[in-house]
């Protein structure tokens, strides 16, 4: 029996995991606990993703376990051992400001959370291929002192510097930064990751996450940038920019396209190995930009406030450099751009809400 494991599956990219491998695989098997509700409150429950997967897809296995604790991952680990043959760890405490709350809880969940994941896939399926959503900010603030130019709607980097054709690529320092609190914990375990690979010889696989979208986010104020943004288009509630005149520049992929590439590193993996992952110069918008064209496909004009106050450790401008993953995985491509990904958050927001009501 071929199992594919999936931690966070009832999350964003947890969730596209679990429709995209369960064609591919006899058994994909879920572990999602539904911290996300703990985080960010009642709009950040993923309840209602667990129930749509046990739906639809009859080869899928919900288990409600905490990553945090090895006792409950180990009997999953025992039940089907060798047969797992991808973990996809999607798992995460997934925002800068809420870690500060309680960084004990952020540092369990993505640091601790992530070693008992690898030692468990090292003990009972160490052939296994070991995926981990890292995120770029374990680069912290060192964005933001590259030579930045404003422009009318947006930051855009010098023309003349290396990262202006495609991005930022792997080489940026994770080192002599600030990176928040959940930075930190990311760092930890994205460093482990691919010290299992480098020193225990698995096959693992690091990707550096830009913003990861798509139309099965629970966005909530904290995470979840243009899923919650689109939120505040239909509903009318009040979205808060915060600090850089609005024109902090984001590159977005599409959930899809994210899990694609996990496919195609899973069947030609490369021990301990780190790739950069959005939308690149493909897919990416400032605030001001993604706010226009929710109003655009929304047809509602946005109710929404500044504040001179940015988040802490912020990017000013990211777009990933996907130029390493296209160099070893030439056949992947991105599927989704900005319009069409936010056009079917729309239609999926619009659905939800109407269902809750």
């Known amino acids: 029996m071929k199992v594919a494991l999936v931690t966070g599956s009832a999350g964003l990219i947890g969730s596209e995991s679990v429709a995209f491998f369960s064609e591919k695989f006899d058994l994909v098997v879920g572990i999602d606990n539904n911290m996300r509700q703990y985080f960010f409150g009642a709009d950040g429950s993923t309840e209602w993703n667990r129930n749509r997967l046990e739906e639809a897809y009859s080869n899928y296995a919900h288990r409600p376990a905490d990553i945090r604790e090895v006792s409950q991952l180990e009997p999953i680990f025992k039940e089907f051992g060798a047969d797992i043959k991808l973990i996809i760890h999607a798992a995460a405490q997934p925002s800068h400001d809420w870690a500060a709350r309680e960084p004990f809880t952020d540092f369990t969940v993505n640091a601790n959370g992530t070693l008992n994941m690898l030692e468990m896939t090292r003990q009972h399926c160490p052939e296994a291929v070991f995926i981990f959503t890292s995120t770029n900010k374990v680069y912290g603030d060192n964005p933001n002192y590259l030579p930045l130019i404003e422009t009318e709607t947006r930051w855009e980097i010098d023309k003349n510097h290396p990262y202006f054709e495609n991005g930022i690529d792997e080489h940026m320092s994770i080192d002599h930064t600030k990176h928040s609190?959940?930075?930190?914990?990311?760092?930890?375990?994205?460093?482990?990751?691919?010290?299992?690979?480098?020193?225990?010889?698995?096959?693992?696989?690091?990707?550096?996450?830009?913003?990861?979208?798509?139309?099965?986010?629970?966005?909530?104020?904290?995470?979840?940038?243009?899923?919650?943004?689109?939120?505040?288009?239909?509903?009318?509630?009040?979205?808060?920019?915060?600090?850089?005149?609005?024109?902090?520049?984001?590159?977005?992929?599409?959930?899809?396209?994210?899990?694609?590439?996990?496919?195609?590193?899973?069947?030609?993996?490369?021990?301990?190995?780190?790739?950069?992952?959005?939308?690149?110069?493909?897919?990416?918008?400032?605030?001001?930009?993604?706010?226009?064209?929710?109003?655009?496909?929304?047809?509602?004009?946005?109710?929404?406030?500044?504040?001179?106050?940015?988040?802490?450790?912020?990017?000013?401008?990211?777009?990933?450099?996907?130029?390493?993953?296209?160099?070893?995985?030439?056949?992947?491509?991105?599927?989704?751009?900005?319009?069409?990904?936010?056009?079917?958050?729309?239609?999926?927001?619009?659905a939800r809400l109407a269902a809750a009501h």
């Open 181 to 350: 609190l959940f930075g930190a914990s990311k760092v930890a375990a994205d460093v482990l990751v691919q010290e299992y690979g480098r020193y225990f010889g698995m096959k693992t696989g690091v990707f550096r996450g830009g913003c990861l979208t798509g139309p099965n986010h629970s966005g909530a104020q904290l995470h979840g940038f243009l899923s919650y943004l689109m939120k505040c288009a239909i509903t009318g509630n009040q979205y808060t920019v915060f600090g850089y005149k609005g024109k902090q520049v984001r590159d977005n992929i599409h959930s899809y396209d994210l899990v694609n590439m996990f496919w195609h590193y899973y069947q030609n993996p490369r021990e301990g190995e780190v790739y950069n992952a959005g939308g690149g110069r493909y897919a990416n918008c400032s605030m001001l930009e993604g706010i226009a064209l929710c109003e655009e496909i929304s047809g509602n004009k946005m109710n929404y406030t500044y504040s001179e106050t940015n988040r802490i450790g912020d990017h000013i401008w990211y777009i990933s450099d996907l130029t390493k993953f296209k160099d070893h995985y030439p056949d992947w491509n991105w599927t989704y751009d900005l319009k069409q990904t936010l056009a079917q958050i729309h239609d999926s927001m619009v």
